[in-house]
């Protein structure tokens, strides 16, 4: 019953900015770390940033310095601010949590950079 849900995603001009958010559903969220991953045509989908129960926080060495991930415990959410956009972070932006040794994944929201 672990249900994650993305929105925020578009189409945005190099060095723009957009926020993410993921709603979640069915699980003690404030107790598991929270992760974005995105996925580009014919790439591997590649680790964006992860929080921690705690706030902590670790990033992509691709968007360290320009995506910022958050979570508000009580609205059950985790955020992306990604700021400084550039083409190549064009992709499918997924959230993700591993819930009992299962990876449970939104539908993803799509961005698109201009180039």
């Known amino acids: 019953q672990v249900q994650l849900v993305e929105f925020g995603g578009g189409l945005v001009q190099p060095g723009g900015s957009l926020r993410l958010s993921c709603a979640t559903f069915?699980?003690?969220?404030?107790?598991?770390?929270m992760s974005w991953y995105r996925q580009a045509p014919g790439k591997q989908r590649e680790l964006v940033a992860v929080?921690?129960?705690?706030?902590?926080?670790n990033y992509s060495d691709l968007v360290k310095g320009r995506f910022t991930i958050s979570r508000d415990n009580a609205k059950r959410a985790v955020y992306l601010q990604m700021n400084g956009l550039r083409p190549d972070d064009t992709a499918v932006y997924y959230c993700h949590i591993r819930h009992d040794s299962i990876n449970y994944w939104g539908q993803g929201t799509q961005v698109t950079v201009l180039s």
């Open positions: 929080v921690s129960p705690i706030d902590t926080t």
């Open positions: 069915g699980f003690t969220f404030s107790s598991y770390v």
